[in-house]
């Protein structure tokens, strides 16, 4: 099986590595021909994700702890250099920022607001109201009985205010709501909508914008391409503005893989959304070329959690040329929609910096090998970007 990795140094003389079109090396019909190029050495200027997208979209990228507090860490440096908006992701999430009752940590959050200040980048909140990652005690009183409608309004009306409200000025946008809504487009009997009913959706956004009125705000899910949850979304946009409550964007989660989804339904939803006057954001981009078990290739459910078969992953010594070319084949087929819509479309988030780091080396098995990102391992950019 032929590696990329074995490939890289033979190709540094054929396909210069600095600059954005390299003849023959960076089309998608060179590339079925032969190797893929190497290209831009990692901290070059010659080529920044940010200014290669500068005339269609922002262009961002998902910061997590670890990189936030340790100055040193590599993809951090790459997260400032490459991009011009970032989320933190999993730091702002309730468990993270209130893990007990009146009790919050901010030190992260604080780090991820500076590091965008000194940046100049924008930071994208995620995520305020969610079913997951967010402790039991939200739900309960202190003797563990549910909270009724009235109680839980006010413990989501003090987090928000707490959280948002810290970071007014400093945070560009939130993603107020987090996967509201199943498969079919209903709304998700999470414990929100079971306790306060189906408008803690719009309670949620009317404190998000008491909190931090100069804040965009968005509504973000997986999935978002299936035409019932597309419906489902669109109900859900239009309901919040018939009753002229602020919602800015919506974002579709973009955890993908070689064969799924397919790509017309993704730019039907890009259309429709449009179609309502928000922005569309694509908010967790990341393109899997691993094998899936059957029925767990799609979406994004975090409660996943499957024994690792060698089967499902079989390119833990390097990806096979064909495989990347296959990847780079869906990453241009992608991009070409984005971009033929790029006055809808405010921003393209990758779930992560690097393939090295990526959670989906984690979901939904652990231990996996998974090249998904535009960033290799060596902290590279990949051949096809300049194909983008
Ligand atoms: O990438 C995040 C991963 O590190 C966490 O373990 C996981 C836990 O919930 O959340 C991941 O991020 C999710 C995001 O917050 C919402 N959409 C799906 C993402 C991938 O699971």
């Known amino acids: 099986m032929k590696i990329i990795k074995k490939f890289n140094k033979s190709l540094i003389a054929g396909c210069v590595t600095v600059v954005l079109v390299v003849s ?19 901290f070059s200027k010659d080529i920044l994700l940010k200014n290669h997208f500068a005339e269609n979209f922002k262009i961002g990228t ?5 990189q ?6 590599p993809e951090l440096r790459l997260a400032a250099e490459h991009f011009n908006t970032f989320t933190p992701e999993n730091s702002m ?43 039991d005690w939200v739900f309960e009183d202190d003797a563990g009985n549910p909270l009724n409608r009235a109680q839980l309004l006010k413990v989501m009306e003090i987090h928000i205010k707490t959280v948002a409200g810290r970071y007014a000025e400093q945070i560009f946008a ?39 009125p100069n804040a965009k705000l968005y509504y973000n899910d ?15 946009i239009k309901r919040l503005k018939q009753k002229g409550i602020q919602i800015d964007g919506v974002g579709m989660q973009a955890h993908y893989s070689l064969d799924y989804p397919d790509f017309n339904e993704v730019e ?3 259309v429709a959304f449009a179609a309502t006057g928000v922005d569309v954001m694509v908010t967790e981009l990341d393109i899997s070329v691993l094998p899936f078990p059957e029925n767990l290739a799609e979406g994004a459910d975090v409660s996943l959690d499957v024994a690792l078969q060698q089967q499902y992953n079989p390119y833990t010594e390097g990806l096979p040329i064909e495989i990347e070319q296959q990847l780079a084949s869906r990453y241009q087929n992608l991009f070409a929609i984005y971009k033929k819509h ?11 910096v690097s393939d090295k780091q990526t959670w989906r080396n984690g979901w939904p098995m652990k231990g996996r090998t998974d090249y998904p990102l535009l960033i290799d391992r060596d902290m590279k950019l990949k051949g096809f970007v300049n194909s983008l």
């Open 222 to 236: 997986y999935n978002m391409f299936k035409p019932e949850k597309r419906a489902g979304a669109i109900k859900l």
């Open 68 to 73: 936030v507090l340790n100055s040193a860490d």
């Open 93 to 135: 999430k309730w468990e993270s920022v209130n893990p007990l009752p009146n009790e919050y940590q901010f030190d992260v959050a604080d780090a991820l607001v500076n590091f965008a200040k000194n940046n100049n980048q924008q930071l994208v909140g995620h995520t305020l109201v969610w079913h997951s990652q967010t402790p």
């Open 342 to 352: 790029s006055e809808s479309i405010g921003r393209v988030t990758f779930w992560g």
């Open 268 to 270: 039907d939803s890009i």
């Open 62 to 66: 998902a910061i997590s702890k670890a």
């Open 24 to 42: 023959g090396c960076n089309s998608h019909q060179g590339l079925q021909q032969q190797a893929l190029p190497e290209i831009a050495p990692t």
């Open 174 to 212: 939130w993603d107020v709501v987090n996967e509201a809504l199943n498969e079919d487009g209903s709304l998700r009997e999470s414990k929100w909508q079971q306790i306060i009913g189906d408008d803690f959706i719009e309670q949620a956004f009317i404190y998000a914008h008491q909190a931090a």
